[in-house]
């Protein structure tokens, strides 16, 4: 009966140990991902915050001009009726306004 209680705690022994080695290994395996989780948070975030910087240059550079192509004329004249208009578009009108620079859609 001794011996049985002896071998059922080694049994229990070896049981524990086993899940203590495994709940190590689970923890190494956690700091790790925890580690490269941050390392790429960290790496997406300059990622991120250098992709806004770009495109809050660009809008300021395109800023003065959309303003120029979305505000409208006050002179009436800007837009000239008949056949002045006629040939004012045909000698290249839009191809020099600063508005065909400008993306579409």
């Given at each position: 009966?001794?011996?049985?209680?002896?071998?059922?705690?080694?049994n229990a022994?070896?049981v524990?140990?086993?899940?203590a080695a495994?709940?190590?290994?689970?923890?190494?395996d956690?700091?790790?991902?925890?580690?490269?989780?941050?390392?790429?948070?960290?790496?997406?975030?300059?990622?991120?915050?250098d992709?806004?910087?770009?495109?809050?240059?660009?809008?300021?550079?395109?800023?003065?001009?959309?303003?120029?192509?979305?505000?409208?004329?006050?002179?009436?004249?800007?837009?000239?009726?008949?056949?002045?208009?006629?040939?004012?578009?045909?000698?290249?009108?839009?191809?020099?306004s600063?508005?065909?620079?400008?993306?579409?859609?």
């Amino acid at each position: 009966m001794q011996e049985e209680f002896a071998r059922e705690q080694e049994n229990a022994r070896q049981v524990a140990e086993g899940y203590a080695a495994k709940v190590a290994a689970l923890e190494l395996d956690i700091r790790d991902k925890t580690r490269w989780a941050l390392d790429t948070e960290t790496r997406l975030t300059a990622v991120i915050r250098d992709q806004a910087e770009r495109l809050s240059v660009a809008v300021a550079d395109l800023a003065p001009r959309w303003r120029r192509c979305t505000t409208p004329k006050r002179n009436s004249r800007s837009a000239p009726r008949g056949r002045s208009a006629y040939r004012t578009r045909r000698a290249g009108w839009k191809s020099r306004s600063p508005c065909s620079a400008l993306p579409v859609g």
